[in-house]
Structures are given as C-alpha cells and as structure tokens.
T-cell receptor, first 111, second 113 residues
Framework: GENVEQHPSTLSVQEGDSAVIKCTYS??????FPWYKQELGKGPQLIID?????GEKKDQRIAVTLNKTAKHFSLHITETQPEDSAVYFC??????????FGAGTQVVVTP | DTAVSQTPKYLVTQMGNDKSIKCEQN?????MYWYKQDSKKFLKIMFS???????INETVPNRFSPKSPDKAHLNLHINSLELGDSAVYFC????????????FGPGTRLTVT
C-alpha cells in the first residue's frame, strides 16, 4: 500500500522567512496530492492540492511542487506570518482511492 | 453554517463501556469518512461510505461499527472501549471518493479511563 513520509517533523521559522516541507510517496499509481493545515483544536483544512498531471501549483503565498519521477512533493510557504503556525499534513491518494497522510509537520512562526 | 458537525466534542468514559459519536454534513456530499488521530497527531482512515454504502474498511477492530442512516449522516459506535481507543476521531466528507477536497469536522476527543 501507499506509504507517505514527511519531513521535517518540526519547523521553526522567523516571520517573513520561507518554510518548506517535503514528502515522499511509494505508490506510483498515486495521482492526487493534497496538503492540509490543522490548527490547534480544529479539524484539518485543505490549503492546496495538486494532481499528477501538473508539476507546480501556486496560490498566493503557498505553492506545491510535484516530481513524479522521484515520487516526492513539497509545500512552500513564503513570507510566513504568525497565523501560519499550525500542523501541516501532506497526503497521497493510493490506488484504492484512500488518502494516506504523512506524519505531520509542526510549523512555528516566531515574530 | 457548519459544514461537517460532530457530537459530542469531548467524551470521557471507562473501559468496557459502549459509546457513539455522531456526524452530519450539510454539503450534499456523497462520501463520508471516519479518521482516527492518535496522540502523535498521526491521521489514519478508518471507514469510508459512499451514498450510505461501505466502500473502505481499514483493519479496524470489529468493536467499531459505522452506520449511515442517510448520506448526510455517518455515526460511529464503539463497543467494549479500551484504553488504546483514546484519540481524536474526525468525520469528513467529500463530493467524490478519493480525489478532491475532504471537509473535516471539528473532531471528538475520546478519553478512555
């Protein structure tokens, strides 16, 4: 089955700097890669997603890149703000249509 | 308007008891899910229903029984609760199964003592 690995587990950045989170996946049939943000005491919320026929997608300060050959994808947050502090999860849909999540990255943005 | 709601938000109970968690979505979605998030924040799918039919059943003990009375509701009943069942349980829904945004509820924190 699909195995999604996510690094780093924690990331501390200064406000205004960029943050990068990387994930790898194992199932070459995976074709959908969402990123979720989970704030304390809340459910995860989709922030951006990418499909396997696209290499890069951007939405304001957030961008995701996908390298299908290497089976890895990354989340880039530019000009980080304190409200970006949260746990971020990458995920990949396996060949059964199930979302397999990475272990999460705790991002702390310090003013 | 709450898109995906769960009740209760907190549930504290003793080992051996039976409890239920309810979930409702008002998005008109066809697919609903239950996820378990453990103390290390790891999120794992438990069940998925599409239009009231079970389509995903991960290797979950049969003490856990989901029920979908209609496509807007997916409840989770847990029998003979164990300490290891302590976790946050999230309900989610999506327009289609697999691909596309999943909308998560606020979670139910279950503590088994």
């Amino acid at each position: 089955g699909e195995n999604v690995e996510q690094h780093p587990s924690t990331l501390s950045v200064q406000e205004g700097d960029s943050a990068v989170i990387k994930c790898t996946y194992s199932d070459s049939a995976s074709n959908y890669f969402p990123w979720y943000k989970q704030e304390l005491g809340k459910g995860p919320q989709l922030i951006i997603d990418i499909r396997s026929n696209v290499g890069e997608k951007k939405d304001q300060r957030i961008a995701v890149t996908l390298n299908k050959t290497a089976k890895h994808f990354s989340l880039h947050i530019t000009e980080t703000q304190p409200e970006d502090s949260a746990v971020y999860f990458c995920a990949a849909t396996d060949s059964w249509g199930k979302l397999q999540f990475g272990a999460g990255t705790q991002v702390v943005v310090t003013p | 308007d709450t898109a995906v709601s769960q009740t209760p938000k907190y549930l504290v109970t003793q080992m051996g008891n039976d409890k239920s968690i309810k979930c409702e979505q008002n998005l008109g979605h066809d697919t609903m899910y239950w996820y378990k998030q453990d103390s290390k924040k790891f999120l794992k799918i438990m069940f998925s229903y599409n239009n009231k039919e079970l389509i995903i059943n991960e290797t979950v003990p049969n003490r856990f029984s989901p029920k979908s009375p209609d496509k807007a509701h997916l409840n989770l009943h847990i029998n003979s609760l164990e300490l290891g069942d302590s976790a946050v349980y999230f309900c989610a829904s999506s327009q289609v199964s697999g691909i596309g945004e999943q909308y998560f509820g606020p979670g139910t924190r279950l503590t088994v003592t």
